[in-house]
């Protein structure tokens, strides 16, 4: 996932530890979109695989908010 920073320049890489192949099938899986929530968390959708909410880091499920 990247978190783009236009004014100051920068892009930050997080790794999503949670999603691997061995996990997910990754040709008909895969996240569709992330945001990030009023408390500045990041929530996405995964698609085939349902809405999440990650952890403070970003890089692994907190819960899920609704399993496909």
């Known amino acids: ?3 783009v920073y236009p004014q100051a320049g920068l892009v930050e890489v997080v ?3 949670w999603f ?3 996990q997910y ?3 008909r899986q895969w996240i569709s979109r992330v945001t990030r929530s009023e ?3 990041f929530v996405g959708e995964a ?3 349902g809405k999440f909410q990650l952890t403070p880091d970003g890089q692994q499920i907190a819960e899920w908010i609704e399993k496909a």
């Open 1 to 3: 996932m990247y978190v």
């Open 47 to 49: 698609v085939r695989v």
């Open 39 to 41: 408390d500045h968390r």
């Open 20 to 22: 691997t192949a061995s």
């Open 15 to 17: 790794p999503q530890k």
């Open 25 to 27: 099938d990754v040709g």
